[in-house]
């Protein structure tokens, strides 16, 4: 949360869509090379000011630019950066949140939302490979050559887990953190009533927990053995 590692994190992002991947530690350098004279710097600022709005507004769910955009985007928005929280894919959201239209960007995040879901439970994609493979999209949809969803999902089509894989992977998955195990389930319930909007399920965590499936401290009136316990809780 330190501001000027923020900063630095942004101008790092901002320099990825318009030359592709850098990493922290090649970023001056990198600047150094292109950006050469007095036209050239303030260009660059110029585009980094436009885009900060953009930048903010993909780490705040309620930022007036989601206005437009719906409650379920502001939903997956606060997904992919509140609970998913996947790092590699920043540069993607930031790229999409600052080039596409409403339309299609709404698309995009959910797609996002999905990849991420299957990567994290089908433990595919390591965080090198993601890393390259999310800020080349971002480099694509900054430079415009990609500017639809489904030219993204293309891109990505054969790398993310299939249905047959990701329901494998979820039927034996493991969660450690509650934060996402509260996720997925509330998402489980919702796609089993049908997502009517009828019955919502609580985001209210001092109202409902995760022990209401088994409690996270073993006592003899469970009904059960403690090897029992112990195997259904790790």
Known sequence: DDPDERMVEYLRHYWTLENGLTRQRDLATSIKKKVKNAAKSLAFLRGAKEAVADYAAIFNPEHPKWKSYGASTRADINTLTSIINIEQIVPLVFAVANRFGVKEARKAFRLFVV????????????????????????????????????????????????????????????????????????????????????????????????????????????????????????
């Open 115 to 234: 990849w991420s879901v299957r990567f994290i439970l089908g433990q595919s994609g390591r965080a090198g490979r993601l890393d390259k493979q999310y800020a080349e999209l971002a480099h694509a949809v900054g430079e415009g050559r990609m500017t639809t969803a489904k030219e993204l999902r293309a891109y990505l089509e054969d790398k993310v887990p299939g249905d047959e894989a990701f329901s494998r992977s979820v039927a034996t998955a493991k969660v450690s953190k509650s934060v996402l195990a509260r996720y997925y389930l509330m998402e489980f319930e919702r796609a089993r009533s049908g997502g009517s909007g009828e019955l919502e399920p609580s985001k209210d965590v001092s109202k409902v927990n995760l022990e209401h499936v088994l409690p996270q401290a073993f006592t003899k009136d469970l009904g059960m053995s403690k090897p029992e316990f112990d195997d259904l809780i790790t």
